[in-house]
């Protein structure tokens, strides 16, 4: 029944594939670094972790339909266990919006694992983002605050945002969340209530080249959260004098940036596993993509973001996105709290380094045996938050002295 339905799935999406970007395969993960049987069992392992949120008894559902690294196997099969979410939410809210609620989440948290790491190579995965989408926007009318969505005006076409503001009778700081290469603007909405809970609202939109964000990364891309800081500015419940970005992953990179193209706008912002230089570089590149520490598919989603197919055009694009040969690394900037771990193999270190070497006196911590971001055994993204970047967040905005 489920290999049907997955079949059936394939199907619809198939006409049209053509004019979808092809890197390498087109259709398969040939970006692993695992096998089939490799991938099955790291998915289970990493959702015995909590990965992506999903339930493990599902990711076992999920993992027993993969009989190839198809891409759209992949998303299928993860997209007919959202499919029956979607269907009990709709069921259960006439009667029971909380357990309506929670399924809309839920059918997210699927569709949202189907599209992974991009859909931009797979009618399968297009299909299970645009789900997704509509899962969350579901899920988004039923929390307390609801989920605004934003419509920007940009370029002949418009930024699309999430905005959740905590209750106050006067205008509350902003964070502007941005998503990394993988992640997309739900994923940073959806722990927004970390922030509601100390009366800052959260403001996020897909970084370039993810999502629906309407240009690709390149030199000036960052426009477009000038672009959203001058609508912030407009909204006579936020404090346009009390913003802060937090990037995510590859968006401490736009991070950065903004930091120093909008220093006069921003309190500061948050890097964790910031890139510079050295990341951009083809020596680094080569090497990176082939991880362990990603799942799959690393290098295509990287060439993603970019709009390039080959290898070849992916290590010619980055460069130019230096922070050295963008003359902005020995700027004046906003205040900067930089974050990794020593042994991230996906970001090189030495651009955290990097940072610190240049410019203004920066903040930063680095956890010696930490991974991407920081994370270790022994260290958590969510303790790392809680004790390194919440405290520093509140200072910034004057909510602790």
Known sequence: ????????????????AAVLLSVEAAHAQSWGPRSLEELKAETLKRARDGWRGVKYEDAERAVAALDSLERDVWAAAWTVIGDEYMSRARALEPSDPDAAREAYRLAWRYFNTGRWPTEKHSPGKQ?????????FAQYGRLIDPPLETVRIPFEGSEL????????????????????????????????????????????????????????????GSERMFSTALDYIATRSDLDASRVVVYGRSWSSYWTA?????E???????????PSAHDYFQPEW???AVLTPEYLFDLFPARAAIYGVDTMDDFLAYGPRLSLIQRGLIDQPSAPMLLINGELDSQIPISDLYLLMK???????????????GGDSAEV???WIYENVARPWILHKFGMLR
């Open 160 to 219: 699309v945002a999430y905005l959740r503001v905590p209750e106050s009778s006067t205008p509350v700081p902003v964070i502007i969340g941005i998503n990394g290469l993988d992640s997309r603007k739900e994923d940073v909405a959806a722990g927004a209530d970390r922030y509601l809970d100390d009366g800052i609202a959260l403001f996020t939109l897909d970084m370039p080249g993810t999502g629906q964000a309407p240009i690709l990364a390149d030199v």
């Open 127 to 135: 299909l299970a983002y645009d789900k997704g989408l509509e899962a």
């Open 358 to 372: 240049h410019g203004v006196p920066k903040t930063a911590w680095v956890n010696p045996v930490g991974n991407h």
């Open 285 to 287: 590149q080569r090497e």
């Open 257 to 261: 940036v903004l930091a120093y193209v």
């Open 263 to 273: 220093r006069e706008r921003l309190k500061g912002v948050v890097l964790p596993s």
């Open 1 to 16: 029944m489920v290999r049907a339905k997955i079949c059936s799935i394939i199907a619809t999406v198939a006409v049209g």
């Open 380 to 382: 958590s993204g969510a």
